[in-house]
């Protein structure tokens, strides 16, 4: 699988707003789940949101659930990320990568996106920095 890369984080105020966009040219995105995570140095990657090409279905962690949307452009190979209503919470590098399946799981009544085992490489992510 190919490393994607993502891009448009930045700086934004507490309740802000930034889109992000992960694509390739290397290969299609088609038939892959593509995978949102981020991370603060020191702490785990975190499963934020993921997408199946294959049906549109979309996921949620409950860190993000009713604030973030998902979406893909086919035309243009790219699967975006909007973050809406910005917390300094969300400070991370976030990165994308293509999986086989979304693995979405409720563990003490919430739900996580949980990469499974044959997750291709994360890309080199970008920053995302909420000012309180």
């Known amino acids: 699988q190919a490393q994607l890369a993502e891009s448009g984080g930045g700086q934004v105020q507490s309740g802000g707003f930034l889109s992000l966009s992960c694509t390739t040219s290397?290969?299609?995105?088609?038939?892959?789940?593509i995978v949102w995570s981020r991370q603060v140095p020191g702490k785990a990657r975190e499963g934020i949101s993921c997408?199946?090409?294959?049906?549109?279905?979309?996921y949620y962690s409950e860190s993000v659930k009713g604030r973030f949307t998902i979406s893909r452009d086919n035309a243009k190979n790219t699967v975006y990320l909007e973050m809406n209503n910005l917390k300094p919470d969300d400070t991370a590098v976030y990165s994308c990568?293509?999986?086989?399946?979304?693995?979405?799981?409720?563990?003490?009544?919430?739900?996580?996106?949980?990469?499974?085992?044959?997750?291709?490489?994360w890309g080199q992510g970008t920053q995302v920095t909420v000012a309180s």
């Open positions: 997408i199946d090409t294959r049906d549109e279905s979309m």
């Open positions: 290397r290969v299609s995105l088609d038939g892959y789940a």
């Open positions: 990568a293509t999986d086989m399946i979304c693995a979405w799981s409720v563990i003490a009544g919430q739900g996580h996106v949980l990469p499974s085992g044959q997750i291709g490489p």
